[in-house]
T-cell receptor, first 113, second 114 residues
Framework: DVKVTQSSRYLVKRTGEKVFLECVQD?????MFWYRQDPGLGLRLIYF???????EKGDIPEGYSVSREKKERFSLILESASTNQTSMYLC????????????FGAGSRLTVL | AQKVTQAQTEISVVEKEDVTLDCVYE???????LFWYKQPPSGELVFLIR??????QNEISGRYSWNFQKSTSSFNFTITASQVVDSAVYFC???????????FGTGTRLQVTL
């Protein structure tokens, strides 16, 4: 069964800490995405990557960066976590861009104190 | 700009009732794709259906059916004879083909009780 695995389901961090959220997919997909999910706001795209070492900003990239050194792994980095980054973070992958179906991970719930 | 509106924030039904989840979209593109995803309590969004703008044929899959109407820019989702396992958050999403990202609605939480 194809999978997108997010390394941490729950994290609690302090304001100002550097936070890494890791995502691995085993489907040999070209594209990977990081979304943020907040009540009443739905899913909003933070960053996506269409190839190794390639990335593009989504709708809300401020305060985040990403890294994709290998095809199967896409990391979301919060350089200095703030309380307004408390949220559910969802990683997804797809074979192609455009109207391709996304396969999602189970999410990482981050709380910043 | 593209936009997806799911006006129903939360719906509660009793098992075996039929329920329709509404989705209204906005786009100026003539080629686009519409999706529905389900997010059960486990958290992982699961793909349900994709429809392209040139295919207005309604679709039925078991207890699920989808009604796509370009005239009203709507892509509604009906669950017939709902079950407790249908309890989840359902998201409608839009992609305009050449764009690299989906635009999601805010989701509708469906609670099915015994």
């Amino acid at each position: 069964d194809v999978k997108v695995t997010q390394s941490s389901r729950y994290l609690v961090k302090r304001t100002g800490e550097k936070v890494f959220l890791e995502c691995v997919q085993d489907m040999d997909h070209e594209n990977m995405f990081w979304y943020r999910q907040d009540p009443g706001l739905g899913l909003r795209l933070i960053y996506f990557s269409y190839d190794v070492k390639m990335k593009e900003k989504g709708d809300i990239p401020e305060g985040y960066s990403v890294s994709r050194e290998k095809k199967e792994r896409f990391s979301l980095i919060l350089e200095s976590a703030s309380t307004n980054q408390t949220s559910m973070y969802l990683c997804a992958s797809s074979l192609m861009l455009g109207a391709n179906v996304l396969t999602f991970g189970a999410g990482s719930r981050l709380t910043v104190l | 700009a593209q936009k997806v509106t799911q006006a129903q924030t939360e719906i509660s039904v009793v098992e075996k009732e039929d329920v329709t989840l509404d989705c209204v979209y906005e786009t100026r593109d003539t080629t686009y794709y519409l999706f529905w995803y389900k997010q059960p309590p486990s958290g992982e969004l699961v793909f349900l259906i994709r429809r392209n703008s040139f295919d207005e044929q309604n679709e039925i899959s078991g207890r699920y059916s989808w009604n796509f109407q370009k005239s009203t820019s709507s892509f509604n989702f009906t669950i017939t004879a709902s079950q407790v396992v249908d309890s989840a958050v359902y998201f409608c999403a839009l992609n305009t083909g050449t764009a690299s990202k989906l635009t999601f609605g805010t989701g509708t939480r469906l609670q099915v009780t015994l």
